[in-house]
């Protein structure tokens, strides 16, 4: 008996598909956004989050998200993603990185030591209505524009930039051949070829000084700032609350236990990685181990980093493993193809970046806390930079923009029908202006949920602490 295959569409069906769509739902339909009359309170839906979290670093995540609305906004994706549920959908879908806001845009190395720019972190992935992520996006460069004191029109030229060229790159990824889609990435010196002779001097030699900062972001720079001599051995220096030695943050038998558990998880996750990484991997040996606080919305996950040491202390590996779970989106998409939330996330990583960290892989815990928990592991930093949004003018925050655009673009690509996509956009600037009308309504209301965490903070009902 004959296996069932999926039969991907040909490109004159895609093309129908897009059209039909756009029938459907025009792109002026977009700019649409009202919160709903039944929307749940915005200091719900973070505290439901955060009823998962431990308890005495949830506070930390508060004060980093009272901070402006644009850090309310990096630490609200769950609560976008309730509201883009209710907004207009093509019907059209893509594997989705979920928080696609402007600085989940950066640059990242490769495994052969290539400096990229490409999306990243992928927590909240999954497969979804391709607008969403473009709609995240475009709301953080109008709450990031506001921010900068940019004027109406010049948030909306950003905004359209953006989203034209999401278009435009969509528009040409539908014409190429479907394995030079999977080939296409933006090297970092091309990135610098392409966009150097576009800015002024200063904002040039501060692109140049960038790049360079960023490859020096290596293990060694690691083991500088995380790292001190205890003896003749190396350990995680003490930052806390943001880094936590095991020695530091349980007493003997629960940190024995708990070291167990993890050094458990590193052996057991390699299963995940390519045999070479294996091999690679299996030459380290893990020496210490601490917890650390990430991100904004992430404050408050299971986050260990974890030293390893290969030939001598001069031969570091910094790895992260952070806790992994169930995405904002799922309430609102089709259930994920992955029981292990860290495989989710890996995998929805490795099917949207050009090239992934060499280490990247996952493993679920069993008694961590009373329970199972999925961890997703990568390397803590190599080659890693992340833009400044609030040194950005008008001008530079449009070249962004447009990068972002056509990399999400790529992204998207590689797992959705770019060719129904492409069709879908078209050639005009109607879904552009769209964006830009929609962004602005959104960038209103995520003021407003700002407002109800300050409030909620001053009246009691939530405690704030800045770290």
């Known amino acids: 008996m004959a296996e069932d295959r999926h039969v991907p569409p040909t490109p004159q069906e895609s093309v129908a598909r897009g059209r039909a769509a756009r029938a459907k739902v025009p792109r002026s339909r977009h700019a649409d956004f009202a919160p709903a009359r039944d929307r749940t309170d ?12 431990l308890a005495e670093l949830v506070p930390i995540r508060y004060a980093r998200m009272l901070e402006s609305p644009f850090r309310f906004f990096r630490g609200a994706a769950a609560l976008m993603a309730t509201d883009l549920a209710t907004t207009a959908s093509s019907g059209l879908t893509a594997q989705l990185c979920g928080d696609a806001h402007m600085l989940n845009f950066r640059l990242l190395a490769s495994p052969e030591r290539h400096l990229m720019f490409d999306v990243n972190d992928f927590d909240e992935t999954l497969p979804g209505p391709w607008e969403w992520d473009v709609k995240r996006l475009s709301a953080s460069l109008v709450i990031a524009g506001r921010a900068n004191g940019f004027s109406v029109p010049e948030r909306s030229r950003v905004v359209r930039g953006t989203v034209r060229s999401y278009r435009e790159a969509m528009n040409g990824f539908a014409g190429m051949r479907t394995i030079d889609v999977w080939y296409s990435r933006i090297d ?4 610098y070829a392409t966009l150097g002779g576009q800015l002024r001097p200063q904002a040039r030699r501060r692109l140049s000084r960038t790049l ?12 500088a700032r995380l790292a001190h001599r205890s003896g003749d051995e190396l ?9 936590t030695p095991l020695a530091d943050l349980l007493p003997d038998v629960e940190r024995a236990e708990l070291e167990r558990q993890l050094r458990e998880l590193i052996e057991r996750y390699a299963v995940t990685l390519p045999g ?3 091999a690679l991997l299996a030459q380290y040996r893990v020496v210490d181990m601490a917890r650390k606080v990430v991100g904004v919305g992430s404050v408050g996950t299971r986050c260990w980093v974890i030293l390893l040491l290969g030939r001598d202390a001069d031969d570091p590996l910094f790895l992260q493993a952070k806790e992994a779970e169930e995405s904002a989106l799922a309430p609102y998409c089709e259930p994920s193809a992955h029981a292990n939330q860290g495989e989710r996330v890996v995998s929805g990583q490795r099917l949207m970046q050009a090239t992934s960290d060499m280490f990247l892989g996952w493993e679920r815990v069993s008694g961590l806390d009373g329970r199972e928990r999925d961890f997703y592991v990568r390397q803590l930093r190599d080659w890693k930079a992340i833009p400044k949004a609030e040194t950005m003018t008008p001008k530079v925050m449009r070249l962004f923009g447009r990068l972002a655009g056509a990399t999400l673009a790529r992204a998207h690509a590689r797992s959705g029908d ?5 069709a879908y956009l078209g050639g005009s600037d109607r879904f552009d202006r769209a964006l830009a009308e929609f962004a602005e309504r959104y960038a209103d209301q995520n003021e407003r949920d700002h407002r109800a965490l300050t ?3 001053r009246d009691g009902r939530v405690t704030a602490t800045p770290e």
Not at 188 to 191: K, P
Not at 212 to 223: F, P, T, V, Y
């Open 42 to 53: 915005p200091i719900e839906v973070i505290e439901r989050q955060s009823a998962r979290r």
């Open 188 to 191: 970092a010196d091309d990135l």
């Open 212 to 223: 360079a900062k960023a490859r020096g972001r290596d293990h060694l720079q690691s083991l």
């Open 235 to 243: 350990r995680i220096a003490a930052d806390p609350p943001l880094v």
């Open 276 to 278: 070479d990484r294996r």
């Open 418 to 422: 770019r060719i129904a996509i492409a």
């Open 455 to 457: 409030d909620a903070v």
